[in-house]
C-alpha cells in the first residue's frame, strides 16, 4: 500500500509574551537587585504570592551584602568588656541572610533545572512558575 504524502506543518513558534506593565521592583532595594528583580519579571509569570518572596529573597540578598561590609570593614570578631574578644554579630546576619535567600530563590524555583539523576533525600523541584 503506497504512503500518502505527509501534510505541510508550520513550525512552531514560541512567542514570549510579557505583560504590558510589569511590576517595578521596590525602591528601597539597592540597584543591583532592582535589575535583578526587573529580569526575573521580565523572564517568569509569577503571581502576587511570589512576588512576597522575590522581595523577600532581594531584601535578604541586600542585608547579606550590608553585613558582609561591616564584617570587612570591622573584621569578623570584636573586643568584650574583660578584654577578649568575640564574634561579631553581623557574621550570624550574614549567614540568616545567605540561608534565607538560597531557600527564597529555591521556592521560586528560579535555579536552573535540575540534572536528570536526583538524590533520594533531595525535595522535589518545584516547576509551577515557569515562563520559558
Known amino acids: ?7 505541510h506543518v508550520p513550525p512552531i513558534q514560541i ?3 510579557v505583560p504590558l506593565e510589569l511590576p517595578p521592583a521596590p525602591a528601597h532595594l539597592s540597584p543591583a537587585m532592582q ?3 526587573k529580569r526575573v519579571m521580565e523572564d517568569y509569570d509569577l503571581e502576587a504570592h ?25 573584621g569578623i570578631s570584636i573586643p568584650t568588656a ?12 550574614e549567614r540568616d541572610s545567605r540561608l534565607a535567600f538560597a531557600r527564597l530563590l529555591r521556592e ?10 536526583r538524590p533520594e533525600w533531595r525535595p522535589p523541584p518545584i ?6
Open 15 to 17: 512567542v514570549k509574551s
Open 82 to 93: 574583660d578584654g577578649g574578644k568575640k564574634q561579631h554579630p553581623a557574621v550570624n546576619v
Open 108 to 117: 521560586l524555583d528560579l535555579d536552573a533545572d535540575p540534572p536528570s539523576e
Open 35 to 37: 535589575g535583578w528583580w
Open 127 to 132: 516547576r509551577s512558575n515557569r515562563r520559558r
Open 50 to 74: 511570589h512576588l512576597l518572596l522575590l522581595q523577600g529573597a532581594a531584601e535578604a540578598w541586600d542585608r547579606m551584602q550590608e553585613a558582609a561590609a561591616v564584617l570587612h570593614a570591622e
Open 1 to 7: 500500500m503506497p504512503r500518502r504524502p505527509a501534510a
